[in-house]
């Protein structure tokens, strides 16, 4: 397994990727990347960073993060967006998961990050889990809103 910063040539395989998590999470309905802006975002505005997880040339994963500057200590948090394994027997629980974020905790290292943080769905216990294993915990002194526009 390979563990590499996207490139344009696995636009259509990320899109199938995000249309499964888009499943998985109960917003299908609602998708609307298209090839063409996932590739401006990504590689033209750099809007954020992939990660894609690699076995034998085919795309099994991907993690999806932006950096944000952050005031009181200056240095650069990573968000991730979204991490996702595909679905089948053959890559879930194998690593890939563990593997991704990994090589995201060293570029944090690299680029003197303090922090990495992220949103689990409140009824997705096993990434919970995951997350727990790698050290990761809830936070308890902020909550997360958001308005729709």
Not at 47 to 54: G, H, I, K
Not at 101 to 129: F, H, P
Request: with cysteine; hydrophobic share 40%.
């Amino acid at each position: 397994m390979l563990i590499r910063n996207a490139k344009p040539s696995d636009i259509p395989e990320l899109l199938e990727m995000m249309r499964g998590l888009a499943k998985f999470e109960g917003y299908l309905d609602k998708f609307k990347v298209t090839e063409e802006e996932l590739n401006n975002r990504l590689f033209k505005r750099a809007d954020f960073q992939c990660l894609v997880a690699e076995d034998s040339g085919v795309a099994i994963g991907y993690l999806v993060f932006y950096v944000l500057p952050f005031t009181y200590d200056l240095t650069p948090w990573l968000w991730i967006k979204e991490l996702y394994v595909v679905g089948n027997k053959e890559y879930r629980r194998k690593g890939v998961g563990r593997a991704l974020m990994g090589y995201l905790i060293k570029e944090a290292y690299e680029r003197g990050s303090a922090k990495i943080k992220w949103e689990v769905l409140s009824t997705n216990v096993d990434a919970q889990a995951f997350y727990q294993q790698l050290g990761g915990a809830p936070e308890q002194k902020w909550q997360i809103w958001s308005l729709s526009i």
